[in-house]
């Protein structure tokens, strides 16, 4: 049985970090790419940041660049987990992360055959 499960969201004040996790079973992160999504209130799902499972090239969404780094953990006996390190964090950070497979890593386009079931961001004072 296929499953994505994230862990690590919470409440953060602006400038703080957090670290979101990913941990992808019934199959292997050198078969499927993954990547991370988010959606505030109110707004539409956006893509954040992606990782290819061939060559571990990896897509940033601009608003997030220099400050967000996702990597993956996928070697034998590993965890099979997709990190999103995130610093210098901002109020409009603030959304439910989800992590989902995506074909098109590059561009960071889900394919919707996937999902886990989000984890809460705040970002606040």
């Known amino acids: 049985q296929v499953q994505l499960v994230e862990s690590g969201g919470g409440l953060v004040q602006p400038g703080g970090s957090l670290r979101l996790s990913c941990a992808a079973s019934?199959?292997?992160?050198?078969?499927?790419?993954l990547g991370w999504f988010r959606q505030a209130p109110g707004k539409e799902r956006e893509a954040v940041s992606c990782i290819s499972s061939s060559d571990g090239r990896t897509y940033y969404a601009d608003s997030v660049k220099g400050r967000f780094t996702i990597s993956r953990d996928n070697a034998k006996n590993a965890k099979n987990t997709v990190y999103l390190q995130m610093n210098s964090l901002k109020p409009e950070d603030t959304g439910v992360y989800y992590c989902?497979?995506?074909?098109?890593?590059?561009?960071?386009?889900?394919?919707?055959?996937?999902w886990g079931q989000g984890t809460q961001v705040t970002v606040s004072s």
């Open positions: 019934g199959f292997s992160l050198d078969v499927h790419s």
């Open positions: 989902a497979t995506t074909r098109a890593p590059v561009y960071c386009i889900p394919d919707n055959d996937y």
